[in-house]
């Protein structure tokens, strides 16, 4: 199991927007084996959970270890994990978090808690994050080796960064 990829699909799920089962499906797009299991209750658990999620994220973001563990065991108990052993390449035994009858929203939510849940123990509370750039609510998983990372995407980053060159560009000619 890629814990670290399900923890980055948790902040992915949290910055997709869903006001529909297209929205959904959308999303679905690099699982397309899903798209055709999807119901209008999938919608609505995932919907509930992207409420719920967000603490996780903005807690870690504050630091507060104590938040982030407790809302995930919260979470935890709420959406129980069944985990299983695949064994569909016998040279490769992984652990997957659902059983083969879940519905698409208990997998991606059972996905998205055992993937956070693994990182928070193995990289550490503090390693999900908010956008810090202006006008972006959306999150991230930090694996950088240094946990220096303050933006969710490349394309934040580049404007902050533009933003704050300017910003001393014009502090300098006004000088």
């Known amino acids: 199991m890629d814990f670290i990829r399900y923890a980055e699909s948790s902040a992915a799920l949290l910055n997709t927007e869903l006001p529909d089962v297209d929205a959904l499906l959308s999303h679905l797009t690099p ?3 899903l798209q055709t ?3 209008e209750q999938d919608l609505s658990a995932l919907q509930a959970f992207q409420s719920q999620l967000r603490p996780v994220f903005e807690a870690s973001d504050r630091g507060d270890v104590r938040a982030v563990v407790t809302t995930l065991n919260d979470l935890l108990i709420q959406h129980p ?3 299983m052993i695949s064994d569909h390449d ?3 035994l992984h652990m997957h978090v659902a059983n083969r009858a879940a519905s698409v929203s208990e997998l991606l939510i059972s996905e998205a808690l055992m993937g956070l849940a693994n990182l928070v123990c193995d ?3 503090t390693r999900l994050g908010t956008c810090q750039a202006v006008k972006c609510d959306h999150v991230f998983v930090d694996t950088s ?3 220096s990372r303050r933006y969710c995407s490349d394309r934040c980053s580049s404007r ?3 933003a704050a060159y300017r910003a001393r560009q014009k502090a300098a ?3």
């Open 37 to 39: 299991q999807v119901t």
């Open 160 to 162: 902050a960064n533009v």
């Open 145 to 147: 080796p240094n946990q």
């Open 31 to 33: 699982r397309s084996w």
């Open 81 to 83: 994990v069944t985990p």
């Open 173 to 175: 000619a006004a000088s």
């Open 90 to 92: 016998p040279d490769d």
């Open 123 to 125: 990289l550490g509370a």
